[in-house]
């Protein structure tokens, strides 16, 4: 065996409208079943005035949100990088979501997606 572990890389952009936190939030990402992702570029761009933006994760262990950015101020036409040189580690059915205070905001993630097959959502 090489000691290689495959995986595929994953885009995601969701426009913001929602203005609720936790299950009332927009879904960004979704873990998809037996995988794991290592996600290591979040953004939030903001198209209109300066706004609020948050950010949560899904942990669907124990069905919990917890916040990864909480209402910050995002300048008009501008972007705040969310993740810079950490990572946030996802296993299957966990979520990234988000909600604004208001305007026009678009959340983007990219990263891995690896095959695990012993997880399950």
Do not use: W
Request: net charge negative; aromatic share 10%.
């Amino acid at each position: 065996m090489s000691g290689v572990v495959a995986f595929t890389s994953v885009f995601e952009s969701t426009s913001i409208t929602s203005t609720t936190t936790g299950a009332g939030a927009d879904v960004v990402y979704t873990v998809p079943a037996n995988h794991d992702a290592e996600i290591t570029f979040l953004v939030c761009t903001n198209g209109g005035a300066t706004n609020k933006i948050s950010v949560l994760v899904y942990h669907a262990d124990h069905t919990e949100y917890h916040y990864v950015l909480r209402d910050h101020n995002v300048a008009g036409n501008d972007s705040y990088s969310v993740i810079t040189s950490d990572r946030i580690f996802l296993h299957a059915g966990d979520k990234i979501v988000a909600y604004k205070g208001s305007g026009t905001f678009d959340v983007s993630i990219s990263g891995k997606q690896y095959y695990n097959p012993v997880r399950n959502l």
